[in-house]
């Protein structure tokens, strides 16, 4: 199981509010309903107003869950504009994680949180050249494809 792996339980109690909803009770349709939870396990990183930024669905082994956990800890701190605390998430991904799923995914928000912070386009572009290099057949890699004629 994933989430008693101390490495998970800790990412989880350090870095999120954790809440569990038993879709088997009457009490929880309100919750399933405002979300359109369909599938379980179903984690959503949400903002003190209880918007959305980021959501997963399905089951993860710890070595994958922990990066999407912190990918979507970026995610979150991205939309709400917090660019240094989205890229040092996307660092960590990819520092502790490189080879994990959402790896290309960190890369590609990495720098468009650090072009959003400096205004620099090498900030983007660079790291977009990282993208080709370490992931090249990344469906995040694709979504930069166009920068290429630049």
């Given amino acids: 199981m994933t989430y008693p792996e101390a490495e998970v339980a800790a990412t989880i109690t350090d870095r999120f509010v954790p809440v569990q909803v038993n879709t088997q009770i009457e009490e929880s349709k309100g919750v399933i ?14 903002a003190p107003d209880g918007s959305e930024l980021y959501a997963c669905q399905g089951y993860l082994p710890p070595f994958e869950f922990i990066p999407q956990l912190l990918t979507g800890e970026g995610t979150a701190r991205f939309r709400l504009n917090d660019l240094a605390g989205a890229a040092a998430c996307y660092d960590e991904v990819l520092r502790r994680f490189p080879t994990s799923a959402v790896a290309p995914e960190a890369m590609y928000f990495r720098a468009a949180a650090r072009y959003k912070a400096s205004h620099e386009p090498e900030d983007l572009l660079g790291g977009w050249r990282q993208l080709q290099s370490r992931y090249p057949d990344s469906i995040w890699r694709q979504k930069q494809v166009f920068t290429e004629g630049e």
């Avoid at 309903?33 to 379980?40: C, L, M, S």
Wanted: proline fraction near 7%; glycine fraction near 0%.
């Fill in 33 to 46: 309903e405002r979300y359109h939870q369909a599938w379980t396990p179903d984690i959503r990183i949400l």
